[in-house]
DNA sequence: CTGTTAGCGCTTTCAT
DNA sequence: ATGAAAGCGCTAACAG
């Protein structure tokens, strides 16, 4: 539990300037082969480390980036995170993730956090289209990109998601393959979900009465919504077809009904949403509109070295577009 | 874009000291209403942010401490990081979490990382018991707490569980229920492997031959294992029970069993370990030996708090009892 | 209650 | 090739 060793006393114990030991780690080819070999020889054998902060406060780049997801326990972002710690390990940034729990008051004192850390850079999902946090960043000079959402000022750089398009692939998917009734499962409000919404509800066409169960956010409230639905809904009588904007929440649903041994899907069938990996291992494989996830995190890491190379680089605006896989959930034949 | 804002010019523009402005900010009742209001007022108009780095340099804490696990992709890890942040957040700390992807030059530089930015505490799922950073961390000063491993030196504060025992309930379990073989399918090189492969070991006390399957990782693997374990061990045939060590490579066989028609638990029978939530919904929910893992983050978070506050305070050594856990994966009458 | 001053540990001119 | 010194932005005695 030794005390942390300065700099200072690296020089003194080599014998030499803290100039020249800082040398020896930043730039090593300038100071003479046989002090630095000295200087090296110290610096291990105390495991010296440098500290970060006075580095960053010297003026150094902290070669992290932060990177702010809206919760853990959703593979959606999990999967997001690792796109983009592929790109960044091989590169020598780290990543630090952290999680807003769908807080707007935690999301903000996150990106603080990172504003005030000097981090290189930040990736962030924002909790809402006009969040404070987007505004702190814009004011912050530090180069980021928006996931998952286009800010309100349509400025913001962004890789994020055809989310109307989404929503109407699942509706014309939906309207050719009726059944009784039809129900919308919706979850944290979020401007992903409102597009998703409008592109369903532009290009719904089927007679099948369609129905709207917002607010309906996580696994477990998937899973409880069951015998809800059952009950009001009928659904062991009606044929239903139901269209969940998440995949997270769809398979908690799936799970419900196979416990109410409901037959998937020729009694109710299920459309997800985001293509998860747990979407084609689940209890019965999820139909859904994918997304491409793991591209999501790779191509905002990529641009956001870009951008942290090139400051002045036009600002990148991606699109992603959606693609729907279809799996056994809706489709007896799979 | 505006550059960043210091406290210098805030003060300067309420025509105080930058202590005062400080003083606002850590301990504003010590300052007058007045000067204070007209201070708070100016570092709102300017969305102030003091820099961390420089308040970290000059002593105050971060409140942020650093998560460091071992993969992302896998549920073991991302429930803990969860049990952690549940506890964090309300205290008011913040979490970086990172992964090393079981690389120990990555884990090194992560913990340098975390120990030169001056967290306040570290919590590390160590990819080896007496790996370099275990000791960096001994010397750090830093508080820390090890998971899910117990260093070489059985000093450094730890919450682990009981995997000798864990490998025993295993072995009991498949000794009552025995098919015609029994195969080992294990994965990453860890502590907590060894000490299952040791329970196991010592209390298979079946007829059935045992063979062994070593540096089955992840899910892919395992599911990519199915073809070879129905060409070598003949499984179509012989009835054989599968104690798979990790519960996402026994999810992946599953899989793959299923998409070969093999018969699960008849044919084939599965018990994993660890208990991750998606243990009780994949396709066939498996049978496995349950760690408690949300109460291994809390318990880890609970402790290094209390670390921090009280740095000689005993130091923490918890071993968390496995469960056997039994569902349809091994048993037919589920 | 508030200002002055001296660092925190490192990098970076500018000299030598 | 190396050293001296200034400064990054903030906090914490110590005075007043």
Same mark, same amino acid.
């Given at each position: 539990? @030794?005390?942390?060793?300065?700099?200072?006393?690296?020089?003194?114990?080599?014998?030499?300037?803290?100039?020249?030991?800082?040398r020896?780690?930043?730039?090593?080819?300038?100071?003479?082969?046989?002090?630095?070999?000295?200087?090296?020889?110290?610096?291990?054998?105390?495991?010296?480390?440098?500290?970060?902060?006075?580095?960053?406060?010297?003026?150094?780049?902290?070669?992290?980036?932060?990177?702010v997801?809206?919760?853990?326990?959703?593979?959606?972002?999990?999967?997001?995170?690792?796109?983009?710690?592929?790109?960044?390990?091989?590169?020598?940034?780290? @990543?630090?993730?952290?999680?807003s729990?769908?807080?707007?008051?935690?999301?903000?004192?996150?990106?603080?956090?990172?504003?005030?850390?000097?981090?290189?850079?930040?990736?962030?999902?924002?909790?809402?289209?006009?969040?404070?946090?987007?505004?702190?960043?814009?004011?912050?000079?530090?180069?980021?990109i928006?996931?998952?959402?286009?800010?309100?000022?349509?400025?913001?750089?962004?890789?994020?998601?055809?989310?109307?398009?989404?929503?109407?692939?699942?509706?014309?998917?939906?309207?050719?393959?009726?059944?009784?009734?039809?129900?919308?499962?919706?979850?944290?409000?979020?401007?992903?979900?409102?597009?998703?919404?409008?592109?369903?509800?532009?290009?719904?066409k089927?007679?099948?009465?369609?129905?709207?169960?917002?607010?309906?956010?996580?696994?477990?409230?998937?899973?409880?919504l069951?015998?809800?639905?059952?009950?009001?809904?009928?659904?062991?009588?009606?044929?239903?077809?139901?269209?969940?904007?998440?995949?997270?929440?769809?398979?908690?649903?799936?799970?419900?009904?196979?416990?109410?041994?409901?037959?998937?899907?020729?009694?109710?069938?299920?459309?997800?949403?985001?293509?998860?990996?747990?979407?084609?291992?689940?209890?019965?494989?999820?139909?859904?509109?994918?997304?491409?996830?793991?591209?999501?995190?790779?191509?905002?890491? @990529?641009?956001?070295?870009?951008?942290?190379?090139?400051?002045?680089?036009?600002?990148?605006?991606?699109l992603?577009?959606?693609?729907?896989?279809?799996?056994?959930?809706?489709?007896?034949?799979?």
């Amino acid at each position: 539990m @030794m005390q942390k060793i300065t700099i200072a006393e690296i020089a003194k114990e080599a014998n030499v300037s803290k100039a020249t030991v800082s040398r020896v780690l930043s730039n090593p080819s300038i100071v003479q082969e046989k002090t630095r070999l000295r200087i090296l020889e110290i610096i291990n054998r105390h495991n010296y480390i440098p500290n970060q902060l006075a580095q960053g406060l010297a003026g150094t780049p902290t070669k992290t980036i932060g990177v702010v997801i809206d919760e853990l326990s959703n593979d959606f972002f999990i999967e997001i995170a690792e796109g983009v710690d592929q790109i960044l390990s091989p590169r020598d940034f780290s @990543m630090q993730l952290s999680s807003s729990r769908w807080v707007q008051e935690k999301e903000t004192k996150i990106i603080k956090t990172l504003i005030s850390s000097r981090v290189d850079g930040i990736l962030i999902a924002p909790i809402s289209d006009n969040s404070e946090s987007i505004e702190l960043l814009e004011q912050s000079g530090i180069p980021f990109i928006l996931i998952n959402c286009i800010a309100r000022n349509n400025e913001s750089p962004y890789v994020s998601c055809n989310n109307i398009e989404g929503g109407k692939l699942a509706a014309e998917y939906i309207s050719r393959h009726s059944k009784e009734q039809t129900i919308l499962i919706t979850g944290f409000l979020h401007q992903s979900l409102d597009d998703r919404i409008k592109g369903f509800s532009d290009h719904y066409k089927a007679d099948a009465p369609l129905k709207h169960y917002p607010d309906v956010k996580t696994f477990d409230e998937g899973y409880n919504l069951v015998p809800i639905l059952i009950a009001r809904e009928k659904i062991r009588e009606k044929k239903t077809t139901l269209f969940v904007t998440n995949d997270n929440v769809a398979i908690g649903i799936i799970k419900g009904l196979r416990e109410n041994n409901i037959d998937i899907p020729q009694q109710v069938s299920i459309i997800g949403y985001d293509d998860i990996r747990l979407s084609s291992i689940s209890q019965i494989p999820l139909t859904t509109i994918s997304q491409s996830i793991r591209d999501i995190g790779k191509i905002a890491a @990529m641009e956001l070295l870009d951008l942290i190379d090139q400051p002045d680089r036009e600002k990148p605006h991606f699109l992603i577009e959606p693609k729907l896989i279809i799996r056994h959930s809706s489709d007896p034949d799979d």
